[in-house]
């Protein structure tokens, strides 16, 4: 068995996100409106969420997505070949629920269980790399650990393929993780009962974990599984979606009154404080007490659903962590899921998503994004079949030559990002006495441009890593260059790309300028 691994930093992703309504008015029954001005209470209510501490405890996976291309069918069998580009591993299930606080900047301790094989060893790697994590990953022999591995070609699942033991882990185990639950309760906010039905919360460990934070005064949000509720009777908050509230309750969901009147059953029945209901591309419906709040869907795309359910167990918890009112948190928690499902793969919502969606149209300055993001929109584009395309520079002086590179590389791709030097990688290439204009501006500058769809700053003094993170069609640089001497022509090659040379308008050079400037 295992203790707690030490964290360590992870990177963060920040993306594209969308303007959101403003908030829930009080009273027995309320809808959301979405009017565009910026609300002072969400956006406060978004700084709160990294304030709380949340113990997750339940069924971690291990989520493989392998990526490739298929262009031809097995002579052996009339099925798909799959040509591997690249794989990604991440953590599912509860694991997912961690990595979405952890993304909000939530502390957060974890226990579950793993089999003693190489996906565990992989999922305690990755739950452990985690910033601002203590988990607690009990090793089972004998047991596999919960794995899901899907086959994804021109952003089209091909299959999935799940290995697992779902029987409930050892007695002792589950004793012994109770044990650990009852001690590490006392030190955070919010108990959250992640339940994928693998044989973690099996049994009467719900029961025995309720107790527990109850004894210890703290509060509890269960995200279930199955038909019988009973196995989280007091729990404050249990936030099932729609199929799983009308297996429970045996009663219609098809309308608003239906789902408002299972979801008061289900309370009544298990004495829950409170049940939040996920309702897809309908929203959501909270019954606090006798309180009623239907809010609409948030979401303007929907790229992939995967973990959407993940990221409103964490916000809720969050914010119930941190205090705020339960519409108020539920609210960011809708949020959230329409910023993840716009998204591509399993993704999470971070404190900059939130306050990006919560915040009115900024026009071309909304091209400017991290490269995380970056990498997460180019993503986006390539699953629509666009060929994306990438050109890099300091862009110091934005000068026509530099307009005719970008007009003459927009025509060689359906979506061009532009990478931009930092200042600092700048005054490393330039000298002490550039940029003249700051990163910022440049890069607004940029975005201004028709021609320009996306724009991210580089710190590094070339852009080879992020091409390697962007994977980009086409390759642009001036003919001054030959393509030997482009930074990630190799790369391009790798992958099937293109390197195209454009043509310089003569007498135009930023360098030149700023030396007739200063005389």
């Not at 089972?140 to 290995?163: C, E, N, P, W, Y």
């Not at 119930?320 to 609210?331: D, E, F, N, Q």
């Not at 931009?420 to 441009?449: C, F, H, M, Y």
């Not at 260059?481 to 790309?497: I, K, R």
Request: hydrophobic share 45%; proline share 7%.
């Amino acid at each position: 068995m295992q203790g707690p691994v030490p964290p360590s930093a992870a990177p963060a992703s920040p993306s594209d996100a969308s303007p959101a309504s403003g908030p829930p008015a009080g009273g027995a029954t309320s809808h959301a409106a979405t009017p565009p001005a910026i609300n002072p209470d969400l956006i406060e209510g978004v700084r709160q969420l990294k304030r709380g501490t949340v113990l997750v405890v339940g069924d971690a996976m291990l989520d493989r997505y392998v990526y490739g291309h298929v262009n031809r069918i097995s002579p052996e069998a009339p099925v798909p070949v799959l040509a591997v580009e690249r794989e990604l591993a991440m953590p599912g299930g509860a694991g997912n629920v961690v990595r979405n606080l952890t993304a909000l900047g939530t502390a957060v301790a974890f226990l579950s269980v793993v089999g003693d094989d190489q996906a565990g060893s992989d999922l305690t790697g990755l739950i452990g790399g985690q910033p601002g994590v203590e988990p607690w990953l009990l090793v089972q022999g004998g047991r596999a650990t919960t794995t899901k591995t899907r086959f994804i070609a021109s952003g089209q699942q091909m299959l999935r393929a799940d290995h697992e033991i779902i029987r409930p882990i050892h007695q002792r185990l589950a004793d012994r993780l109770v044990r650990i639950a009852t001690d590490t309760v006392a030190a955070t906010s919010v108990m959250v009962l992640s339940d994928y039905r693998k044989g973690v919360l099996a049994g009467d460990t719900p029961e025995r974990l309720i107790a527990a934070a109850k004894a210890a005064g703290r509060r509890v949000l269960v995200d279930p599984k199955g038909r019988d509720f009973s196995r989280y009777a007091g729990a404050d908050v249990i936030t099932p979606n729609r199929a799983e509230l009308a297996l429970a309750s045996g009663m219609p969901v098809e309308t608003e009154a239906d789902i408002a009147a299972a979801a008061r059953a289900l309370q009544q029945r298990h004495g829950f404080g409170a049940v939040l209901v996920t309702r897809s591309e309908d929203g959501m419906t909270l019954l606090e007490g006798d309180d009623l709040h239907h809010f609409p869907a948030e979401a303007p795309e929907v790229h992939d659903v995967s973990g959407a359910g993940d990221t409103v167990v964490a916000v809720l918890a969050a914010g119930y962590a941190a205090g705020l009112p339960l519409p108020l948190a539920a609210r960011l928690s809708n949020i959230a899921a329409g910023i993840v499902v716009g998204k591509v793969g399993t993704a999470v919502a971070r404190e900059a998503d939130l306050l990006e969606a919560l915040t009115p149209e900024r026009g071309a300055l909304r091209k400017v994004v991290r490269r995380a993001a970056a990498a997460e929109q180019v993503e986006r584009w390539r699953q629509r079949g666009y060929r994306v395309g990438f050109t890099n520079g300091c862009f110091d002086l934005l000068h026509p030559g530099h307009v005719h590179l970008l007009e003459q590389a927009r025509t060689w791709c359906d979506r061009l990002v532009v990478g931009v030097n930092a200042d600092s990688s700048v005054a490393r290439l330039k000298g002490p006495t550039r940029p003249i204009q700051p990163e910022a501006a440049r890069a607004a500058v940029l975005a201004s441009l028709a021609t320009v769809d996306l724009v991210t700053i580089f710190e590094e003094d070339t852009p080879v890593e992020l091409i390697r993170l962007l994977r980009p069609d086409v390759l642009v640089k001036g003919a001054d260059y030959t393509v030997d001497q482009v930074v990630g022509a190799d790369l391009l090659q790798e992958w099937g790309g293109v390197v195209k040379l454009a043509e310089l308008l003569p007498g135009n050079s930023t360098t030149a300028t700023v030396a007739r400037l200063r005389g």
